[in-house]
């Protein structure tokens, strides 16, 4: 594995073609990416399968007549008609009215775990079997499914005007869920994790009994009417929350002028409490790097500071559409062309602990997973999905879980005049870290 | 290719093994408002080899095919050190090992259409979008997959398949007042290129919608009567039955198979739903799963009862039944697990829409979709375009109408179903188990639904 991943930096033959594809193309861009991966899972109590993944790819944007043609193969060794392919699509493309990445360098340091290359079955099945005893000794009638499993990757991206970065990443991730189907009602819970390294399994373990203890009230139902309701929002269903925002700081949005921040930069639309912070150099977030998808060295920058509108998120091309500076935002598979979006998303802590924030929502709701609610019409700040996972507070105790209701809430409101506490704890969910929050006045449909 | 495909899958030391290999070409042109964003032709080769033993798999992809033997050697080693730790059979329903060349049989192949051709059709579709008053912008996405598929297994399947996919979506989007709204317009197929030529109307259709939509108010939250357009509908059965129909849901869960007894009544005898890969020229089109099993027509309910589920080769076998050639995967990186192909509603005796909408006395109309998720019991998706109806006729226009509900209340609450059934085709896919977006169809009549919670202000 580890002799795979020095191969790109290593290839000779690369740099020989990129000299080549500098005569034939005006300006060019070539992204090269591999990887390897090992993962277990575990199906319905039982271990079901050992995945074992490679990928390669190679894409080329390449100039010509002054417009952008693009490319993609996942034979690592089709360079050649790659570039072709890139050269012959250029002169129907858009126009190059920027500039690819120049040279420059990072000075950051991105986490490497080479213990992620060198994961065995054995070691990854011993942490499943352990997961689901776990859950077991707790609720013996859950069906587990998990998965763990990681493994190492590598990219690089040259272009024309000088840069020629590579990075090496390493990963590894769990997923535990539970489920039980009982005649209407139909259970289930989970937790996931990511990270640059191997997590621990004591850490894992954890997770698993802190899902099972949860899904445990889950099987207990509790009633709920229509109305408006005071809510504690998990970290899971903030990060759905937090959507119109992302949608709204994104450079496309920003260049297309759908996105209502198109002229709110430094308007103040967001309750004080409220800080997010892009940050790719956070040492636990998987969704860092020191490059973004164009060879741009990232930064870390606020987004939204105390409440206040304070940077969008682009490309080389949406920042130059939109005559701001470069923010190092491009994201992108191997086989994709750049889009805008976040690293790490960090959202601030707040004063309050979890435990006193559960005392102030009595009688309301924890909502902890959200079903759909990807599909809102984020752009106006709606958010909206069925209440997969939700419980009624009593006492500060979670007495059971309620159903068949949904969320309606909009976020762009919600986060201006409804917070009534944000947690000092934070969890990460994926790429986003993010506290527990409390609001009021949120609309429930039963 | 064959020779050395069968041969290895033939001689790997497991209970059962199966080798795909992938050659896809794409070409795709995308705009984002007055821009022609991108115009792309990508290559992607790669292959995956599937071992079991002892009912434990070992799954190993690659995209050097002269590694082949290692991979292979690999996958094995997986499925035994896995099966090391089960003590389980393998349980895999038979199917007759098949041969079989399959090749397009398109009536508009994509491939024969120009680039300036597709990029002139499609602009002039944008332009005409964005050509509407109140139109601040526009997504438009069209794209053309021809793959070449190699399958070989262990029993003696060997599959030589050709495929065709084409998609298109596309958006306008409206502001007013700081209000976003869109209207959309898709068509997809498998085999005519030219039914995307002529759409002029539907691209007016969504500009306009999407205008309106921005001028109109937020639904008010609560439980009403909803018809569905067919597209809606078709949506609806695929979140909210199709995915509880996958036979992975069921087979070890003992639980699972109480509540999904077949016999059991789900809905009022007009109800009928059935998921089939037959259907040539659809998205959801398959002559053959990625298991190699010869598709078919599989009813799930009949009269109102469950009849059958969705099946890989593992799932029937696990419950004694038969298996269906729902085993799909996106592509070679993944490998196959139940999917749906093109699921319908069948047409019902309650007449036309006229029919449905007159003795509501206030209700919603929503119209097509913008995507929705299940859990298997709840499911929540969105309209794309919706109005109220108040005392049996169309009224006002409203926006963001999330329907949200259980699956089995809602299939219950099913009060009408009409007799104008109709599938249409799109750009987008399913997704499960991180295999998205996946080529599915779906269609209905419309219908009617009592007590359904639509999210709003």
């Known amino acids: 594995m580890k002799e795979s991943t020095n191969k790109i930096a290593e290839d000779a033959k690369a740099g020989d073609f990129t000299g080549k594809l500098g005569t034939l193309a005006e300006a060019f861009e070539m992204f090269q990416a591999e990887g390897r991966s090992l993962n277990v899972g575990f199906e319905n109590d039982r271990l079901n399968e050992i995945r074992q993944g490679q990928s390669s790819g190679v894409s080329i944007r390449a100039v010509k007549g002054g417009k952008i043609g693009f490319s993609y193969s996942s034979k690592p060794d089709e360079l050649d008609y790659v570039a072709e392919a890139a050269i012959r699509m250029a002169p129907y493309g858009k126009t190059y009215d920027y500039q690819f990445a120049g040279e420059a360098r990072s000075e950051h340091t991105r986490p490497f775990d080479p213990r992620c290359a060198e994961l065995n079955p054995d070691q990854l099945v011993s942490i499943c079997n352990h997961i689901k005893d776990t859950v077991k000794a707790i609720d013996s009638e859950a069906l587990v499914d998990c998965s763990v499993g990681g493994g190492i990757g590598s990219s690089r991206i040259v272009t024309s005007n000088g840069q020629d970065c590579r990075e090496e990443q390493s990963s590894f991730s769990f997923f535990v869920s539970l489920r039980l189907a009982e005649e209407g009602n139909f259970v289930q819970n989970y937790r996931f994790g990511a990270a640059n390294e191997i997590i621990e399994e004591d850490v894992i373990l954890a997770e698993a009994k802190s899902a099972a203890d949860e899904f445990q009230i889950a099987r207990k139902r509790a009633d709920i009417k229509k109305g408006k309701y005071t809510v504690l929002v998990a970290p899971t269903a903030l990060s759905d929350l937090l959507m119109p925002i992302m949608v709204s700081v994104n450079g496309s949005a920003i260049e297309k002028k759908t996105s209502r921040f198109v002229d709110a930069m430094g308007e103040k639309l967001f309750d004080e409490r409220l800080t997010l912070v892009d940050d790719p150099f956070h040492e636990d977030g998987v969704g860092g790097g020191l490059y973004d998808g164009e060879g741009v060295p990232t930064q870390k920058r606020a987004i939204i500071e105390k409440g206040t509108v304070n940077g969008f998120v682009h490309t080389l091309s949406t920042a130059n559409r939109c005559g701001h500076e470069p923010t190092g935002n491009a994201q992108r598979g191997v086989s994709s062309l750049p889009m805008p979006g976040m690293h790490n998303l960090v959202m601030a802590p707040g004063t309050d602990s979890l435990a006193e924030m559960r005392q102030k929502a009595d009688g309301g709701l924890y909502l902890r997973q959200l079903l759909g609610s990807f599909t809102s019409n984020f752009l106006a700040g709606q958010v909206s999905g069925n209440i997969s996972l939700g419980f009624l507070i009593k006492d500060g105790e979670l007495v059971g879980r309620v159903k068949n209701c949904a969320l309606n809430v909009n976020s762009f409101d919600l986060l201006k005049s409804n917070i009534l506490g944000i947690s000092k704890e934070r969890e990460w969910i994926g790429g986003r870290y993010l506290p527990w929050l409390l609001v009021d006045g949120v609309q429930i449909s039963a | ?457």
């Open chain 2, 1 to 457: 290719m064959k020779d050395q495909l069968t041969e290895l899958a033939r001689r790997a030391e497991a209970d059962y093994c199966e080798i795909r290999v992938e050659d896809s070409r794409q070409t795709s042109v995308a705009f984002q408002g007055k821009d022609l964003e991108n115009v792309q032709e990508s290559h992607m080769f790669g292959g995956n080899v599937r071992a079991c033993v002892n009912g434990c798999w070992g799954f190993v992809t690659f995209n050097d095919l002269s590694t082949l033997d290692s991979r292979v050697q690999e996958a094995v080693r997986n499925a035994r050190a896995a099966a090391a730790a089960n003590a389980e059979k393998t349980v895999l329903a038979a199917v007759d090992p098949v041969e079989d060349v399959v090749k397009l049989d398109v009536k508009s192949d994509p491939r024969k259409v120009s680039l300036e051709d597709k990029i002139s059709l499609f602009g002039g579709y944008n332009e005409r979008m964005l050509g509407h008053s109140g139109v601040t912008s526009t997504n438009l996405r069209y794209f053309d997959t021809y793959t070449h598929l190699h399958f070989a297994n262990s029993e003696g399947t060997w599959l030589d398949r050709e495929a065709l996919d084409m998609g298109m979506g596309a958006s306008a989007v409206a502001r007013n007042n700081g209000t976003t709204a869109r209207g959309t317009a898709s068509e997809g197929g498998r085999a005519n290129f030219e039914s995307f030529r002529g759409m002029e109307k539907r691209f007016d259709e969504a500009a306009e919608a999407a205008v309106d939509a921005a001028k109109s108010e937020v639904v008010e939250g609560g439980t009403y009567t909803v018809i569905c357009d067919p597209h809606l509908a078709g949506v609806f059965v695929h979140e909210a039955f199709g995915h509880l129909s996958e036979g992975d849901n069921v087979a070890e869960d003992p639980r699972m198979q109480e509540v999904l007894k077949l016999g059991r009544r789900f809905g009022e005898k007009y109800l009928n739903i059935w998921d089939t890969g037959l259907d040539t020229g659809l998205r959801g089109y398959l002559p053959y799963d990625d298991e190699g099993v010869p598709t078919q027509k599989t009813w799930l309910i009949r009269e109102g009862e469950l009849v059958g589920r969705l099946h890989s080769r593992e799932t029937a076998g696990r419950m004694k039944e038969k298996p269906t050639g729902n085993a799909r995967a996106i592509n070679y990186r993944f490998p196959p697990i139940p999917r749906m192909r093109n699921t319908c509603i069948g047409n019902g005796p309650h007449g036309s829409f006229e029919d449905l909408i007159k003795d509501v006395k206030l209700g919603i109309y929503a119209i097509e979709s913008s995507g929705g998720q299940t859990n298997g019991e709840l499911f929540t998706f969105t309209a794309g375009q919706a109005f109220m109806i108040r005392d049996g006729k169309l009224a006002e226009r409203v926006r963001d109408v999330t329907l949200s509900g259980n699956v089995f209340d809602t299939l219950r609450n099913i009060t009408g179903i009409g007799g104008d059934f109709n599938v249409q085709d799109g750009a987008g896919g399913c997704g499960k188990g991180g295999q998205m977006p996946l080529p599915v169809s779906h269609g209905s009549p419309h219908i009617r639904i009592k007590d359904v919670v639509i999210g709003g202000r």
